[in-house]
């Protein structure tokens, strides 16, 4: 697909039909996920990949009421904060860089014809407390965000456009 | 481009030819700025865009050592979470919000063969201090990023691929 239309008609997915993944995409979305940049390329992300349906449903209600199409999706991808690899002068850009993570996986998804929604996580503190607790994670793993990923079985919606006056040149 | 390719061959780029950017190339950079999912479809996030090199020397001088490439940059975005927009229970999805933004517009402008690198300014607080003095803005816009754009005058360097230990299944 070309890559400025997949960047364009990129919608959030949230029913999924009951096809499989491949592995190999799988392996797709992930390296996605790693190709981004990161502060001083630290790469300070680890993802947790679940097709367990009961696991998934654990999941979405670990998250609150919008990640309940986690429950239909074909796997989810919880990304992790990993402060292990992160430089200490700069720890806190693991959020952003597990942001750029997801929004890769997404496009690479989104590329190979597999829907996707963003689930939020961080920085709700009860969400990321119960996603901790249910994948028993070490201290300095921070469950970011979830990705939910499946065949699409709805049109999904196209959001506004270009705004004009969210654009300032030159100065403020 | 393809879209795959798109995302597995961009790098950072730091080094920038004199050739400008067109308009028509920068709208569909700002574009894809605000073609990603945000928290609740709020898009908590302004740009300015800054094509003057004084601006762009203040504007690296603002932010540290690592922003030197904006100097000889043709132009760059500074990206602002926009509080104004958020949703006040999920005010700090800001900074994921803003990281998708920075992300499509890096993969926009790699798409039309332009060059980028991702400056981190938040969470550096400094940073963000001194671009905020900078640009005189409102309390409720808060820099997040700064991305430097121009066409390429070095290959740049591409980082390690899929990292097999970064990678849990079902549980961590």
New interface residues.
Partial sequence: ????????N?R?IRKYTDQKISKDDL??I???G????S?A?T?D????????KE?LIKMADANGIYAAPLKGATLGILILG?LERSVEV?K??W??DG??A???M???A???GIGS??L?T???MDRVERQREL????ED?IPH?IIAFGYPAEEGVL?????ED???????
């Avoid at 790693?34 to 940049?37: E, K």
């Avoid at 969210?166 to 403020?172: A, G, I, L, N, T």
């Fill in positions: 697909m070309d890559s400025l239309v997949n960047v364009f990129r959030s392996h797709t992930l390296r996605a790693m190709a981004g940049p502060c390329n790469r992300w680890s993802f947790i990949v679940v097709e367990d696991t990993d700069a806190d850009y959020i952003i942001s750029i997801g929004q890769n997404i496009l690479a989104n590329a190979l929604v963003w939020g961080y920085p709700q994948f028993q994670l070490p793993k965000s959001k506004p456009d270009y705004e969210r654009v300032h040149f030159e100065k403020w």
